[in-house]
């Protein structure tokens, strides 16, 4: 009745990072997911990011505006974000906005990479999804959200749509005041 369809975005660190290493990474990625039917969007591959060496540096910020907004459209178009730079020890407060945009505005699953596990954290009970592999991560993507009708069960089980209301009434008295 319903086929895989699944689409990720993988969010990551980017600006200040070695260009090379985040292809590299980029392409280790949608490589392990796809062999599960995952189709992937990678801002790093779909902004065609340069093979050379060097740290990637935003030249202006109209043009970290511009590629914001193309990682907004693509993370519109994807059915989970997961959180590489999770793996890293520098944060990246651009996927920590994509991450909350994606499940706050977006009312979308989240997953996060921890290659270390993660001991009792908030994430662990917040994140829709914490892995330690990207193997783990495509078996449990596609078990959960792999199908439109395990999305829709899924958002009906996270009772989405009620905490949208809820907070649209919050927003609209708020508004009143």
């Excluded at 651009?94 to 908030?122: C, T």
């Excluded at 009708?149 to 005041?177: D, H, T, Y």
Aim: hydrophobic residues 40%.
């Amino acid at each position: 009745m319903f086929s895989t369809d699944v689409v990720v975005y993988l969010a990551c660190r980017m600006s200040g990072r070695s260009r090379p290493v985040m292809i590299k990474e980029a392409k280790e990625a949608v490589e392990t997911l796809t062999k599960y039917g995952i189709k992937c969007i990678s801002p790093v591959l779909e902004e065609n990011i340069e093979d050379t060496p060097g740290l990637l540096i935003p030249f202006s910020d109209e043009e970290l505006l511009r590629e914001w907004r193309k990682d907004k459209e693509f993370i519109k178009q994807c059915h989970v974000v997961l959180d590489l730079s999770s793996a890293s020890r520098i944060r990246s407060e651009g996927a920590v906005h994509e991450f909350g945009y994606a499940r706050y505005a977006l009312f979308k699953p989240v997953a996060r990479l921890f290659p270390n596990g993660l001991g009792p954290s908030i994430t662990k009970l917040e994140d829709c999804l914490v892995v330690q592999t990207l193997d783990e991560a495509g078996i449990e993507i596609l078990t959960r959200w792999g199908t439109r009708w395990s999305r829709i069960k899924w958002r009906l089980r996270e009772r989405i749509v009620f905490k949208w209301i809820k907070l649209f009434r919050l927003q609209l008295f708020g508004l009143l005041r």
